[in-house]
């Protein structure tokens, strides 16, 4: 069954459709308002804080997904210049380092004017490529800011694709 059959006859919230994937895929979640939530999402190499809140006034269904993050000071250069380039790659969403809050986020906003729905097939693919991206890049993240690697070097961990299985 897609995941859109049960919504078929519904007029949902993007919320509540989040709400609902997150049971679906058990994930932990808190409901944090009306229009907002946040979830624990597990990868190979993290947890992932991902929330989902609506705006009203621009019609975007806005989605943060994040890991804390706590580069040298000395590194944080590298990491910039790390972060252009995985920014390079992505078509879809963006990475940033919010220093203050030492947090590495990657960013998404699905407009939705008009009155527009979102499907829950779109919601869960804008949740999943922001874990298989966070999940490609975190091993080059790693090497700049703690294996002094060029970011040139670290990008092809990122480029590698494995084949087969361990």
Known sequence: MALSEQFLEEDLHPID???????????????????????AVEGQWRTYSIT??????????????SFEMEP?????????????KMNDQCWAGAFTYWANQKLMVYRYGLVLAGG???????????ITAAVLSAERYYPAIQL???GNRTPE??????????????
């Open 116 to 126: 527009q729905m979102a499907s829950p097939e779109q919601i869960d693919t804008m």
């Open 153 to 166: 070097d670290a990008m092809q961990v990122a480029i590698a694709e494995a084949y087969g299985r361990a």
């Open 17 to 39: 459709i989040v709400e609902h994937l997150a049971e679906h895929h058990d994930w932990d979640f808190d409901r944090i308002g009306d229009d907002q939530i946040a979830m």
């Open 52 to 65: 989902l809140a609506w705006s009203n006034y621009d019609e975007t269904l806005r989605m943060v997904c």
């Open 72 to 84: 040298p000071e000395a590194r944080e250069t590298e990491l910039y210049e790390l972060l252009n």
């Open 144 to 146: 700049v800011t703690w």
